[in-house]
């Protein structure tokens, strides 16, 4: 089993920065593509940003230039730098782990965003 542990959620200014983090733990598979995903209240959960194990990321369109993926070296904790914040990025953003093998995923809690005035 996979622990994903979610922390750096709050509230923000628009124009604002946050920074969050997502530490794994348990077995780890050894190909893993790691990222983020939100979800906004009566809105499908949609993928924010990830990292595969040689390094590759993706982005959603509407984060491109604004936020960043990385990851530690023992590559067990991914951050996403959240910076430009909007309002239209209020959500819950939650980590995600895929095993790149057998494709199950694991999810973590969630941390809520918000960015009001």
């Known amino acids: 089993q996979v622990q994903l542990v979610e922390s750096g959620g709050g509230l923000v200014q628009p124009g604002g920065s946050l920074r969050l983090s997502c530490a794994a733990s348990?077995?780890?598979?050894?190909?893993?593509?790691m990222g983020w995903y939100r979800q906004a209240p009566g809105k499908q959960r949609e993928l924010v940003a990830r990292?595969?194990?040689?390094?590759?990321?993706t982005y959603a369109d509407s984060v491109k230039g604004r936020f960043t993926i990385s990851r530690d070296n023992a590559k067990t904790t991914v951050y996403l730098q959240m910076n430009s914040l909007r309002p239209e990025d209020t959500a819950v953003y939650y980590c995600?782990?895929?095993?790149?093998?057998?494709?199950?995923?694991?999810w973590g809690q969630g941390t809520q965003v918000t960015v009001s005035s």
């Open positions: 990292i595969t194990n040689s390094g590759l990321t």
């Open positions: 995600n782990l895929q095993n790149s093998y057998d494709g199950r995923e694991y």
């Open positions: 348990g077995r780890i598979p050894v190909i893993r593509i």
